[in-house]
């Protein structure tokens, strides 16, 4: 970005050779550059407590790990700019995952069967957001509610199991573990996400409207957004690509099912996005912050799995990771600590 | 000045709910001048605003612009007629820059993607058309500007858009001294420049200092409309307080404006 100064007054520059490394600092993000710092920690500590950290195999099971979870992150991130949350991902991921491996087996093709899955995934994310737009429900009240309404729905759909089997077809193998380029096709459909979304964000007005309605949104109101509408499709947005998620999860397992794989990340994805620089309040936040978090996560809990560290171990850091994310953010925006947070 | 008003508003009411906040107000704005809109804390200056700015639907009156009869139902249309409004409280977004927050909401995109140059050159260009010198970097966010710096930040993109009226909803209320002082020289600019502008303040000294009209309201009735030349202090004061002064103003508290 130039910048212009506009007859800056005398004694009002500041000195060119400081300005410019701030400058620099501010383009890749001093949060940003921190996610790095900590991402080279992690993989030099376990690289060097256990050897085969960075075996290739391993490498490879962080990936799809990352794949997952990523994609939720990415736009948990899209919510949260919008100043609210949406915690019935995880849930709309195991809908996704039950309706893609039932359409397959009734079906056999997998295209439609997919294709199914991510209209049943807009569709839940339509029912968040007319909830919260028109029902006025809080955002974390609606998603709370449909976070059990929808996993019941995948249950009742699956009857707590698993259905069908779908690797022994190309298209779902393709997916499953296949590759593109050297790279497995998981990285792609997120790398594809990913940029899709960081470019709506950073270089369209849809994606500026977005970070204003999370800035002010009476602002946003009286420049004549619809913010009613933007709520919507961002919901929408998140229900497409849980879809897509979920589609992923019954390929790398071969079956669909309704919690197994998918409960919990909804809190991932969270704690991804509040690491990668999201404020809770709306109107801060970035793809590539998001995804440099989940990475670290990602990391992170692989690492402490192959030292044998429990699981249960495990979620108490995650949840205290969360706390500490959303602490930094709001220490940093200057709240003072008086009654509730807003 | 023989000009006929840019915006014209004719037996205006408006209610929020049970409580009527506007009663059969007439309003004339015209080119080239400052119109000062007085009245106490809470007669409605506000809300009159944001019926002109299509942000609160009229229950009754008319709409003129140009001399024609016009429906404004939202703030796009509004705009489109060329109104611009600075709200009481700005309307900024902290966590945008000046460009974007200029741009809020009728971003300039070339294909999909937005055109920042352009939308940076416009900006820079309007700011310095009115003289701004109190801005360092267009790229700023407007979080780490002074009171002053946000209010000409609201007023330039207010003025970006070629706009026949701009409003000004108490600029000055939560200003210092000298930055009071160049907000209403930009205001005085703008009319200058063959704006309509009209100003609400509760400063009487800063509504004589720059306006050419004063129209003052009294619990959401329109008191009187004058040349500001026309009048002195203590009868802007007794309009604003008693709805009445003399030969001016309202006939016994609920008639017709004079
Ligand atoms: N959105 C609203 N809903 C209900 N009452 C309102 C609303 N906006 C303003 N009012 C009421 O209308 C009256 C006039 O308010 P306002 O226009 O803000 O006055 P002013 O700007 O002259 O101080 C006040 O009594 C206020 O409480
Ligand atoms: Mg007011």
């Known amino acids: 970005m130039t910048t212009t100064s506009v007859q800056a007054g005398p004694g009002e520059q500041a000195p060119e050779s400081r300005r410019r490394l701030g400058d620099l600092i501010g383009a890749v993000g001093a949060q940003n550059l921190i996610l790095v710092l900590a991402i080279v920690l992690v993989v030099v500590v376990f690289g060097v407590i256990n050897p085969g950290y960075l075996a290739w195999a391993n490498i490879r099971v962080i990936a799809d790990a990352v794949t997952i979870a990523g994609l939720l992150a990415v736009v948990q991130t899209v919510v949260i700019i919008c100043g609210a949350l949406d915690i019935s991902v995880g849930s709309a991921t195991g809908v996704a995952s039950v309706v893609s491996a039932m359409a397959f087996t009734a079906t056999q093709n997998a295209l439609a069967s997919m294709g199914l899955a991510i209209v049943v995934g807009l569709v839940l994310g339509l029912v968040n957001g007319v909830i919260i737009v028109y029902g006025r429900v809080n955002p974390v009240i609606a998603t709370l509610a449909t976070l059990a309404a929808y996993r019941g729905f995948a249950q009742l759909l699956s009857n707590g199991a698993a259905m069908g089997f779908v690797l022994g077809d190309d298209l779902w193998i393709f997916i499953s573990r296949g590759s593109l380029l050297g790279l497995p096709t998981l990285m792609w459909i997120l790398a594809a996400v990913a940029l899709a979304i960081h470019l709506l964000l950073k270089y369209t007005d849809i994606g500026r409207n977005i970070y204003a309605i999370g800035g002010n949104d009476t602002a946003a109101r009286l420049a004549g957004i619809n913010i009613n509408k933007y709520l919507i499709a961002v919901y929408a947005l998140a229900g497409v ?58 990391a992170l809990e692989n690492g402490l799995t192959l030292n044998n560290i429990s699981t249960f171990w495990q979620n108490v850091a995650q949840g205290a990771l969360l706390v500490i994310a959303v602490v930094i953010q709001q220490r940093r925006s200057g709240e003072r600590a008086v009654g509730l947070p807003t | 000045m023989s000009q006929g008003p840019v915006l014209e508003l004719r037996g205006i009411d408006k209610s929020f709910g049970p409580v009527q906040v506007l009663h059969d107000v007439a309003f004339s704005v015209y080119p080239g001048e400052v119109t000062a809109l007085v009245g106490d804390n809470g007669a409605g200056k506000s809300t009159l605003v944001k019926c002109i700015g299509g942000i609160h639907p009229i229950d009754a009156g008319e709409y003129f612009f140009e001399g024609e009869k016009v429906q404004v139902n939202g703030p796009r249309d509004a705009a489109a007629l060329g109104v611009e409004i600075v709200y009481q409280d700005l309307a900024l977004c902290d966590n945008l820059d000046i460009v974007q927050n200029m741009f809020l909401g009728r971003e300039r995109t070339s294909g999909l993607v937005l055109d920042e140059a352009m939308m940076e050159e416009m900006a820079a260009k309007t700011l310095a058309g009115l003289s701004v010198r109190t801005v360092k970097s267009l790229r700023q966010q407007v979080s780490s500007l002074s009171g002053g710096q946000r209010q000409t930040v609201a007023i330039a993109k207010a003025v970006l858009w070629n706009s026949k009226v701009v409003i000004l909803d108490e600029p000055t209320a939560a200003l210092g001294v000298a930055q009071t002082a160049q907000v209403l020289e930009l205001v005085r600019r703008l009319a200058d420049n063959g704006l309509a502008v009209v100003l609400i303040s509760h400063n009487m000294n800063d509504v004589f200092a720059v306006s050419d009209r004063i129209a003052a309201l009294y619990l959401g009735r329109m008191a009187a409309q004058v040349r500001t030349s026309d009048v002195t202090h203590s009868q802007v004061v007794e309009l604003i307080t008693s709805g009445r002064s003399g030969e001016l103003g309202l006939r016994n508290g609920n008639g017709a404006a004079s």
């Open chain 1, 241 to 298: 690509v849980s879809a897509i998620a979920g589609i992923i999860l019954t390929a790398r397992t071969g079956f669909g099912h309704p919690t197994s794989g998918s409960s919990g990340l909804e809190l991932k994805a969270i704690t991804a996005a509040a690491l990668g620089g999201c404020a809770l309040a709306g109107g801060k936040g970035g793809v590539g912050g998001t995804l440099l978090a989940m990475v670290l996560l990602g």
